[in-house]
């Protein structure tokens, strides 16, 4: 899977994705992770991204042409199966569309900055606008950087047996359980017996009764969602 991330600032993107079950990715062939920076595609003499919006309304506006100039080059090299902006205005990102991003080939990402970008872009370009919460960041990039490790390590072939998705928190809508590591006893705190017991079939169902209670009392929201799906 191919990552295209278009920006201002590529020197935010430029550690994120070289590190761990990310690195490994790529040096797999599993993902590819391109940064463009918008900066280089800028024609006047002082490579101007951004400009005052018009009807005066406060703050930078990104340019159209330097973003349109980047993926028109990348839409003539390869098809994308997606065209994302980050913005806080987009659709809430959660674990069912990061699994249904994983299955893609080539996902562009443009990210926004300032107050946003020209409309235009949006129109023409853009498929699917992303936000990563209910708050505002001073720059998408770090929302890209948020959807690359999302989506990236869910691809096929990313995660070994051991870090499998299949126990993370949401992947069945329901919270991960507590996890314990060695040693059994610190500072009088002892790890649940059952976990030492070395029974897997009552191991997972204590696995499965602590998400749940977990989930009911932290996320009642996706318990219900849990529930009514049966
Ligand atoms: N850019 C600024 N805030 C954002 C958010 N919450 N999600 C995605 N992109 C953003």
Avoid at 10 to 32: M, T
Avoid at 79 to 98: E, F, K, N, V, W
Avoid at 118 to 129: N, S, V, W
Wanted: hydrophobic content about 40%.
């Amino acid at each position: 899977m191919r990552f295209d991330i278009l920006t201002v600032l590529p020197e935010l993107l430029e550690g994120p994705f070289n590190h761990s079950i990310l690195k490994r990715a790529q040096q797999k062939g599993l993902l590819e992770v391109h940064l463009h920076a918008l900066r280089e595609y800028a024609t006047d003499k002082h490579r101007q991204v951004d400009d005052y919006s018009f009807g005066g309304a406060a703050g930078m506006v990104m340019k159209a042409e330097p973003i349109a100039a980047c993926i028109e080059q990348l839409l003539a090299e390869r098809p994308y199966d997606a065209i994302i902006y980050t913005s806080p205005d987009g659709q809430r990102l959660d674990q069912a569309l990061c699994n249904r991003l994983s299955l893609q080939e080539n996902i562009l990402v443009l990210c926004g900055h300032y107050k946003g970008v020209d409309e235009r872009i949006r129109e023409k370009y853009i498929t699917l606008e992303i936000s990563i919460g209910d708050y505002v960041l001073s720059g998408g990039e770090l929302a890209a950087a948020v959807l690359v490790d999302s989506v990236g390590r869910l691809i096929p072939g990313v995660l070994n047996d051991e870090t499998s998705a299949l126990f993370d928190s949401f992947q069945d809508d329901l919270l991960a359980p507590p996890v314990y590591t060695r040693p059994a006893e610190w500072r009088g705190m002892k790890v649940p017996e059952i976990l030492l017991s070395g029974n897997d079939k009552l191991i997972e169902e204590w696995r499965h009764e602590q998400s749940l209670q977990r989930t009911k009392e932290r996320r009642p929201d996706l318990y219900e969602k849990y529930k009514s799906a049966g």
